[in-house]
């Protein structure tokens, strides 16, 4: 399932963009969650969901593009 996002771009500051997001879904038991970076990927987050539960996930994102 893939996340969209919306952008802004703000005036008061020149070349800056803002993009969010939220999404929710369902997980069951023994199913991952991985978020990390890519390519060469720094992982930000990796867990298992444990053996008789469920997670219900929500997923908010937002990022904030900057002249680097």
């Known amino acids: 399932m893939t996340m969209i996002l919306n952008s802004i771009i703000s005036a008061a500051k020149a070349e800056t ?13 023994g199913k991952s969650l991985k978020i ?6 720094e992982e930000v987050f990796n867990e298992e969901v444990p053996v008789g539960k469920s997670w219900i996930v929500t997923i908010d994102i937002s990022i904030k593009e900057v002249v680097a």
């Open 17 to 29: 963009k803002h993009y969010t997001g939220t999404n929710e879904f369902p997980m069951a038991a």
């Open 36 to 41: 990390e970076t890519s390519p060469g990927g």
